[in-house]
T-cell receptor, first 111, second 114 residues
Framework: GNSVTQMEGPVTLSEEAFLTINCTYT??????LFWYVQYPGEGLQLLLK?????DKGSNKGFEATYRKETTSFHLEKGSVQVSDSAVYFC??????????FGTGTSLTVIP | DTGVSQDPRHKITKRGQNVTFRCDPI?????LYWYRQTLGQGPEFLTY????????KSRLLSDRFSAERPKGSFSTLEIQRTEQGDSAMYLC????????????FGPGTRLTVT
């Protein structure tokens, strides 16, 4: 079946620290991979996506590379800010008919 | 530019009552999805529509749940005889076409069953 496993949180970092949130997936075929972010009190927003192996998605300083050999899509940012505090969800889509989400990783960045 | 909207944002109801939620997708999007999210979990797929046709339903969608999209625009999700286990955030999303396109999510309707 299709599933996503995310690194458990919560994660607490100091401002300007390096961020990695691990995500691995199980899927048949070639899924599209996504990172969504949910800020406090707001809905899910697309952060970045990658649609084929070796693609790198990037947005707002965040990056993730679609690694088929390790079935991973880890989220990274070189220098986090307080405003990055949110819950991050990794997701996959096989057919576009539904998304499969991970359980989410809560990030808190302290000044 | 208007995104996906949902109404109401919050609903408190007593066990056994019926509730109905509405979702208005982005206007040019022909696909509409419903998800349920409980505390500490990611969204779980419930059902989706392409235009007015309901094409897929999750086994999470028990007989007490029904969704419609009568004219291929807005959608409603009804829960009959609510149970405490139905307490969750109900999310609606829309997309332009299938395949690689991302889904755009609404703010959700938080249901509390007392």
């Amino acid at each position: 079946g299709n599933s996503v496993t995310q690194m458990e949180g919560p994660v607490t970092l100091s401002e300007e620290a390096f961020l990695t949130i691990n995500c691995t997936y199980t899927a048949t075929g070639y899924p599209s991979l996504f990172w969504y972010v949910q800020y406090p009190g707001e809905g899910l927003q697309l952060l970045l996506k990658a649609t084929k192996a070796d693609d790198k998605g990037s947005n707002k300083g965040f990056e993730a590379t679609y690694r088929k050999e390790t079935t991973s899509f880890h989220l990274e940012k070189g220098s986090v800010q307080v405003s990055d505090s949110a819950v991050y969800f990794c997701a996959l889509s096989r057919t576009g008919n539904q998304f499969y989400f991970g359980t989410g990783t809560s990030l808190t960045v302290i000044p | 530019d208007t995104g996906v909207s949902q109404d109401p944002r919050h609903k408190i109801t007593k066990r056994g009552q019926n509730v109905t939620f509405r979702c208005d997708p982005i206007s040019e999007h022909n696909r509409l999805y419903w998800y349920r999210q409980t505390l500490g979990q990611g969204p779980e797929f419930l059902t989706y529509f392409q235009n007015e046709a309901q094409l897929e339903k999750s086994r999470l969608l028990s007989d007490r749940f029904s969704a419609e999209r009568p004219k291929g625009s807005f959608s409603t999700l009804e829960i009959q005889r609510t149970e405490q286990g139905d307490s969750a955030m109900y999310l609606c999303a829309s997309s332009l076409r299938q395949g690689r396109d991302e889904q755009y999510f609404g703010p959700g309707t938080r249901l509390t069953v007392t």
